[in-house]
């Protein structure tokens, strides 16, 4: 080991003395500026019309809906029992709300090399470590059934895509990829806590291809948690690589062959509990593939079941245009994203509420395996322009969630498929340099879920039905552990003047073991707030921002508020939500989570001077000691704490200075990071 004064690295003694085991966190040259410009000189709705840019910064803003008639009662009572009560979901984590990269675009938003990371996907991640105590990211989706690993790819290239062949009915072209890019998925889960789904391809049983398994099991070790065996196999007819015919037998025994052709594999040691599937996408019913055993017939294997679901598609406008016919208008849509309904007809798919379907979650439990959605968002083909991108899908984003968690989904992922979808968590693209990401209103949905949840992996969520089940004001509370801890509350009317803000005003009582009344003298709560559902850009999480598209580097800006409410004298508390908002209620400090996430140490692009030196040494210091402890704690420090706070540098100065290098010397065991 170095001696600790040693902190400090140039780019010369890193490139010297750690060849070998280096990351560079890599900003781009500003390729955004003249997009960057177009969207902000587009805030009328003229220049929206004639917007022509990528569909991920897209001004175009919808009109909220007006105020419901007849409107929610606007304050009413929920009695809370401070004991468990019946109905609880099974305990759930903070990583339930997970991303989900489509296979194409993952150089694009997590980098180019295995040894250049974003620094901004990097700094998201370790804002949802930091709340809900790991991350889960699924790569995968449509392209993954054509990608192929080869051992290595022209000038170091990690990704190349094919020339597109016509036969094959995807759009994207299929993706050649080296282990380098696990091994970049490796470097992330050595930055933080993030497990990894992947997928083995399936386009083709007559010729698998294993080698992301093989070389996955290797190099991610026991941050591989699972493999997809097909994407969608349900609409594999329609692609064309499977005969019209094809049915959930057909894929069963598709499962089967990969399965086999594992376990035959010496270079791929672990199949037990390492395999996902169906993964429909609703074509089929969940039930045809249940019917046809294809769980006891390859339970050992099983690592989850999974599902993909969009609620609506935009295909029809994505392939021919928004005018053409059947196009869906995305203001039409609009309400149908705005209620509690709307995730509660997703989850019910997969409950016992519907004919056709029978207790998908209760018979995954059943077998013991979790019951995940591998694959979502507001709408399959990009989306709609207005609403997927706007601050009303962070709403029902985190509605949605919470619902398939009441459900007892133990997972569920919101997709990112590009800077032509309008859904996007954060798009990937080029325009990642220093504070020019675009952080989507969805992101702030999964730090809301991740929150809500926390970090012992034992929290439990009921769906109050308050309000009398109205669908515009939804409302759960979390058991952590068994303790009553948190309550989630939205209200998902828009209403300028005031009036449909609405107060509830709870009490905690002794629940069925008869407690004393367990009311606090004072509660905490965090807003998630924006002035409209149709707002694109001004949300605020407990009053911190990652400001309109085009502009952030993955951590919120501001200072972050968190409300305390005094509770009345007859043991009520009344919370108010603005009409609309969310409202994250913490009734109790639990050991070892916190409420305040100000202090989240993310991976700063700032310029710092050491304490030795005078001049800027445009370098970033991270405690080796934390290093050591870094992978699996949460609210870890990845920047030293007594220069993160340094000041940030301005996008001029980024111009001169593009490149943000963060050097791992594993060996050493110390970080740095430099421009
Ligand atoms: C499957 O994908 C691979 C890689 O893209 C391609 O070479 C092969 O032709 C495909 N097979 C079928 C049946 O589509
Ligand atoms: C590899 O890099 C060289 C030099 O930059 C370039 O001329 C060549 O086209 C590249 N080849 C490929 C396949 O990208
Ligand atoms: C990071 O990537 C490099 C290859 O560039 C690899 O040698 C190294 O083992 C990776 N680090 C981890 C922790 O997996
Ligand atoms: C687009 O238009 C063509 C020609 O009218 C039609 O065949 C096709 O189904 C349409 N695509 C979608 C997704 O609606
Ligand atoms: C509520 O959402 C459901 C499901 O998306 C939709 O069918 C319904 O029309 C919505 N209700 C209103 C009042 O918009
Ligand atoms: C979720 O699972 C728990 C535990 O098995 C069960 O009590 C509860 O009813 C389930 N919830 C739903 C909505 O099915
Ligand atoms: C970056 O994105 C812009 C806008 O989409 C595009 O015009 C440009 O060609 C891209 N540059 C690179 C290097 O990909
Ligand atoms: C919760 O689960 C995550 C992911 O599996 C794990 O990394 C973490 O250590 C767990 N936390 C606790 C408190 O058990
Ligand atoms: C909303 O955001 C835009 C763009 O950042 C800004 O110009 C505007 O002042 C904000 N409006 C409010 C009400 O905060
Ligand atoms: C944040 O708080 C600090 C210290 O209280 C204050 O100086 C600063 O102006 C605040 N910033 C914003 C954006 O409100
Ligand atoms: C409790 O006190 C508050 C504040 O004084 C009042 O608004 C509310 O109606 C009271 N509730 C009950 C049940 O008496």
């Known amino acids: 080991m170095r001696p600790s004064h040693f902190f400090f690295f140039t780019v010369l003694q890193l490139g010297a003395s750690v060849a070998r085991a280096s990351v560079t966190v890599y900003g781009q040259q500003r390729f955004g500026d003249q997009l960057k410009s177009l969207v902000s000189s587009t805030t009328s709705s003229a220049a929206a019309a004639s917007y022509t840019g990528s569909a991920a910064y897209n001004p175009t803003v919808l009109n909220a809906p007006p105020v419901p008639n007849p409107p929610p009662p606007t304050k009413f009572f929920q009695q809370l029992s401070s004991a468990p009560v019946p109905g609880l979901s099974i305990p759930q984590s903070g990583n339930f709300y997970g991303l989900s990269v489509e296979f194409s675009v993952a150089n694009q938003l997590i980098n180019m090399y295995s040894t250049r990371l974003a620094v901004p996907f990097l700094n998201s991640l370790a804002n949802l470590q930091a709340r809900g105590g790991s991350v889960r990211v699924r790569v995968g989706g449509n392209t993954q059934d054509y990608a192929t690993m080869v051992p290595s790819l022209p000038n170091g290239t990690m990704f190349l895509k094919e020339t597109l062949d016509p036969a094959v009915s995807t759009t994207t072209p299929p993706v050649l990829f080296t282990p380098d890019f696990l091994y970049m998925l490796a470097n992330i889960s050595a930055l933080v806590n993030v497990e990894w789904y992947l997928g083995i391809p399936l386009n083709d049983t007559s010729n698998l291809r294993l080698q992301i398994a093989e070389a996955a099991e290797s190099i991610l070790g026991d941050k591989l948690i699972g493999f997809q065996v097909g994407n969608e196999p349900d609409e594999y ?376 030196q005078t001049q800027s040494t445009a370098t970033v210091v991270v405690n080796p000691s934390v290093l050591a402890t870094a992978n699996g704690q949460p609210g870890t420090n990845f920047v030293d704490a007594s220069t993160s706070k340094g000041k940030a540098k301005t996008a001029a100065a980024v111009q001169f200075l593009p490149h943000l290098t963060v050097a791992i010397c594993v060996a050493l065991g110390v970080v740095s990071m430099m421009w």
Request: charged share 10%; net charge negative.
């Open 237 to 612: 007819a329609e692609h064309g690589h499977r005969p019209l015919t094809y049915g959930p037998a057909d894929y069963s025994a598709d499962f089967g062959t990969v399965d086999a052709a594992l376990r035959a594999d010496p270079n791929v040691p672990v199949v037990n509990k390492k395999l996902i599937g169906p993964s429909l996408s609703g074509r089929w019913q969940p039930q045809e593939v249940w019917d046809v055993n294809f769980i006891p017939d390859h339970l050992p294997s099983l690592a989850a079941l999974s599902m993909q679901f969009y609620p609506e598609n935009n295909c029809v406008a994505q392939t021919n245009g928004s005018n053409a016919p059947g196009a869906v208008n995305p203001q039409d849509v609009f309400p149908t994203y705005l209620n509690h309904t709307s995730g509660q007809a997703i989850a019910a798919k997969y409950l016992n509420r519907r004919v056709m379907t029978t207790f998908s979650t209760v018979l995954a439990q059943t077998f013991n395996l979790p019951f995940i959605m591998l694959e979502t968002n507001s709408a399959s083909c990009g989306g709609f322009v207005g609403v997927s991108n706007s601050f009303g899908s962070a709403l029902w984003a985190l509605d949605y969630g919470l619902q398939l968690a009441y459900s007892n989904f133990s997972n569920a992922f919101l997709h990112i498929g590009g800077q032509g979808e309008y859904y996007n968590v954060p798009p990937p693209g080029n325009q990642t340099s220093f504070r020019e990401w675009t952080v989507g209103p969805v992101f702030y949905s999964i730090m809301g879920v991740a929150e809500t949840f926390g970090n012992s992996n034992k929290s439990r969520i009921i769906d109050l039905q308050m309000n009398g089940n109205n669908e515009f004001t939804p409302g759960y509370a979390v058991y952590d552990g068994d303790v009553l801890a948190r309550l989630a509350l939205f209200n998902y009317v828009t209403d300028p003047s005031g009036a449909s803000e609405i107060t509830v005003s709870f009490a905690i009582g002794g629940g069925a073991t008869g407690q004393a009344n367990g009311t606090p003298a004072q509660v905490k709560v965090k807003y998630l707030l924006a002035p409209s559902v149709s707002s694109l850009n001004n949300i605020t999480w407990a009053g911190q921002t990652f400001g309109p598209s085009l502009s952030s580097d993955g951590r919120p800006t501001g200072n972050e508020t968190i409300q305390t409410v005094t509770c009345n004298t007859n043991n009520t508390c009344d919370v108010t939500i603005p009409a609309p908002g969310f409202a994250l209620v913490f009734l109790t400090d639990i050991p070892g989570d916190s409420e305040s996430f100000d202090a989240v140490e993310t991976f700063s692009t700032t310029t710092l001077r050491s304490k030795t």
